[in-house]
Antibody, heavy 123, light 115 residues
Framework: QVQLVQSESELKKPGASVKVSCKAS????????VTWVRQAPGQGLEWMGW????????TYAQGFTGQFVFSLDTSVSTAYLQFSSLKAEDTAVYYC????????????????WGQGTLVTVSS | QAVLTQPSSLSASPGASASLTCTLR?????????IYWYQQKPGSPPQYLLR?????????GSGVPSRFSGSKDASANAGILFISGLQSEDEADYYC?????????FGGGTKLTVL
């Protein structure tokens, strides 16, 4: 069955960097995009963008350019979200998710989700 | 104005039905969009429920009960998630989503209370 297993929670100081992993299993990794979604405490869902698992090409949503980097290690079917210069407002749960294929109008909706990784930024 | 607007909360009684609305910004036409719905319970990731564009273009998520269904109200430019025979386990946050301008857009979510 399709599974996305994310790395454990992180506690970081302001200005630090963090790398969240998302290991996929149960399907052919390169056939489906990985998308990233942020959820701040008590808030709604924000789509951060997606990465083409065939080419490694990332696409960032508005508001998520510059600070965030999507990457892959296809040898272990794992996607990564890295971000730096952490601020208190980056405190959130970060989810990876898999769509129906490589992102397009009818394929990009998140169908399977990881369990989420809580990143807490505090001094 | 937000692309998708959802009421922040809704309450209903067990056994009753609930209609959760997702209103599209006035410059975009609900008829042209697939509307996706997600359920999220505290401490858990969202779960995909269903998508609805029309009666001929709809899909139920795997294992999702038929008590959950989608529709549209064209006059209100809105997508609707209808839940019949409400159960206590349906208490959750519900999010709508569309694909707009080559991006995923989520609504702000509706907290459904079953009491």
């Amino acid at each position: 069955q399709v599974q996305l297993v994310q790395s454990e929670s992180e506690l970081k100081k302001p200005g630090a960097s963090v790398k969240v992993s998302c290991k996929a299993s149960g399907y052919t990794f390169s056939n489906y995009a990985v998308t990233w979604v942020r959820q701040a405490p008590g808030q709604g869902l924000e789509w951060m963008g997606w990465i083409n698992t065939n080419t490694g090409n990332p696409t960032y949503a508005q508001g998520f350019t510059g600070q965030f980097v999507f990457s892959l290690d296809t040898s272990v079917s794992t996607a990564y979200l890295q971000f730096s210069s952490l601020k208190a407002e980056d405190t959130a749960v970060y989810y990876c998710a898999r769509g129906k294929g490589l992102c397009s109008e009818y394929n990009c909706y998140p169908e399977y989700w990881g369990q989420g990784t809580l990143v807490t930024v505090s001094s | 104005q937000a692309v998708l607007t959802q009421p922040s909360s809704l309450s209903a009684s067990p056994g009753a039905s609930a209609s959760l609305t997702c209103t599209l910004r006035s410059d975009i036409n609900v008829d042209t969009y697939r509307i996706y719905w997600y359920q999220q319970k505290p401490g858990s990731p969202p779960q995909y429920l269903l998508r609805y564009k029309s009666d001929s273009d709809k899909q139920q998520g795997s294992g999702v009960p038929s008590r959950f269904s989608g529709s549209k109200d064209a006059s209100a430019n809105a997508g609707i998630l209808f839940i019949s025979g409400l159960q206590s386990e349906d208490e959750a946050d519900y999010y709508c989503m569309i694909w707009h301008n080559s991006a995923v857009v989520f609504g702000g979510g509706t907290k459904l209370t079953v009491l």
